[in-house]
């Protein structure tokens, strides 16, 4: 997976609920589990993931399809600042990811919302379906 040149605070742990960003038929995700991060730096410590991340959730409410069934969510936008290289902080006013399949495809068609611009630079074709990119 490819680097990103802005530093992301780590913040959404498992069991946090956050909202869906695409137009999947899913409301709310709850994070079971970050992928490709195993159980955290010191005994007991969770492990987190930030704008970006590839994380295993559940849809917790939505279409009957995918309720109560894990799901692949690529997280793109926190609460939690994101610090640039050029100084700036970008702040979102929710938590919010996108469905997505093995292949890192959004299973949805469109984005409702902003992304982060981090999101794009690992994602590329996630850059296609964004309404806006900040």
Known sequence: MKGISSSVTKTLIPGTEIACADNSGAY???????????????TGQLSAAGVGD????SVRRGSPTYLKKPVRVVIVRQRAPIHRANGMRVVFEDNAGIMVNDENLAIGTEVKGAIAREVVERFVKLAGIASRIV
Do not use: E
Not at 28 to 42: E, Q
Not at 54 to 57: E, G, I, L, Q
């Open 28 to 42: 709310t995700f709850r994070i079971i589990h970050i992928i490709g991060k195993s159980g955290g730096g010191r």
């Open 54 to 57: 590839v994380v295993s959730a």
